[in-house]
Nanobody, 123 residues
């Protein structure tokens, strides 16, 4: 399984970015796709997830109402739309895949990871 993130960059506080995660290498019907982020000196933290089949979602409390995770089955791509970004959300954002159907928010429970994309929010 290969996951490739894109869409990171520099944005002002209050701005928006859309991250993409292109997945390849297997069928994804029984997979949970997650977005995580890691700031310098901090642990990797959960942001959002989506069931590939069915599309149900779950968000960290800190991003509810501002971030939206979605997927395009035809393109095998997962997206993270991020609005009203804050400087403290500056981090490397990672896409991850968890095989199976049980939801999880802890990084060790994910099986595959992308290389990450940098998001920098200036104040």
């Amino acid at each position: 399984v290969q996951l490739v993130e894109s869409g990171g960059g520099l944005v002002q506080a209050g701005g928006s970015l859309r991250l993409s995660c292109a997945a390849s290498g297997r069928t994804f019907s029984s997979t949970i796709m997650g977005w995580f982020r890691q700031a310098p000196g901090q642990e990797r933290e959960f942001v959002a997830l989506i069931r590939w089949s069915g599309g149900s979602t779950y968000y960290a409390d800190s991003v509810k109402g501002r971030f939206t995770i979605s997927r395009d089955n035809a393109k095998n791509t997962v997206y993270l739309q991020m609005n009203s970004l804050k400087p403290e959300e500056t981090a490397v954002y990672y896409c991850a895949a968890r095989l199976g159907t049980i939801l999880a928010v802890t990084p060790p429970l994910y099986d595959y990871w992308g290389q990450g994309t940098q998001v920098t929010v200036s104040s």
